[in-house]
């Protein structure tokens, strides 16, 4: 069964950095693009970035260009983000996603989040 | 303010059908593939239709997925109380490089 496990979110003061982990399982990791997927509190998705099978393509959302970087270890089956000058609406559960990338954001299958709270 | 514009809220009795529609532009809708996600509270979401009108393996036939220029719909037929959850529509971005996501809708089932 795939399987998805997110890790390292906590609360971080603004400015702050921390680093997101996922786990994958599975699947054959080499295979697929990866993305991380945000919802604030009470808000909607907001998609954040993604990263090509061999790490060489990355895209990121407006937001936090600049801040962010997604990464990936193949060796690990795992997937990154680096989140630095935190603020307080970077605050939400991080999701990880499969991305088997159809021309667009397709996910199909998720973890279950990691929630990174920004706050002094 | 999102780039795909979805209704914040609809609502139908059930076994009655719906639609919800998410607009866009010809940068990202009228130009690539629509996602449509389900996502009920407290879970992760759930890909529902994939390029614009295929269904993921387990997803019954009562949802539905179509694109027409610059905008998209989900229909979803023969509703259950089960169904009552936040649909999400997605799509990649040519202008922003970018994936991204409509407003969401909630699904209310009377």
């Known amino acids: 069964d795939v399987q998805l496990v997110e890790s390292g979110g906590g609360l971080v003061q603004p400015g702050g950095s921390l680093r997101l982990s996922c786990a994958a399982s599975?699947?054959?990791?080499?295979?697929?693009?990866m993305a991380w997927v945000r919802q604030a509190p009470g808000k909607g998705l907001e998609w954040v970035a993604n990263?090509?099978?061999?790490?060489?393509?990355?895209f990121y959302g407006d937001s936090v260009k600049g801040r962010f970087t997604i990464s990936r270890d193949n060796a690990k089956n795992s997937l990154y983000l680096q989140m630095n000058s935190l603020r307080v609406e970077d605050s939400a559960i991080y999701f990880c996603?499969?991305?088997?990338?159809?021309?667009?954001?397709?996910?199909?299958?998720w973890g279950q989040g990691t929630l990174v709270t920004v706050s002094s | 303010q999102s780039v795909l514009t979805q209704p914040p809220s609809v609502s139908a009795a059930p076994q009655q059908k719906v639609a919800i529609s998410c607009s866009g532009t010809?940068?990202?809708?009228?130009?690539?593939?629509v996602f449509w996600y389900q996502q009920f509270p407290g879970t992760a979401p759930k890909l529902l239709i994939s390029e614009n009108n295929k269904r993921p393996s387990g997803i019954p036939d009562r949802f539905s997925g179509s694109k027409s220029g610059t905008s998209a719909t989900l229909g979803i037929t023969g509703l259950q109380t089960g169904d009552e959850a936040d649909y999400y529509c997605a799509a990649w971005d040519d202008s922003l490089s970018s994936a991204v996501f409509g407003g969401g809708t909630k699904l209310t089932v009377l």
């Open positions: 599975g699947f054959i990791f080499t295979n697929y693009w």
């Open positions: 010809n940068f990202n809708i009228g130009k690539n593939n």
């Open positions: 996603a499969r991305d088997a990338w159809s021309s667009g954001p397709d996910n199909d299958y």
């Open positions: 990263i090509k099978q061999d790490g060489s393509a990355k």
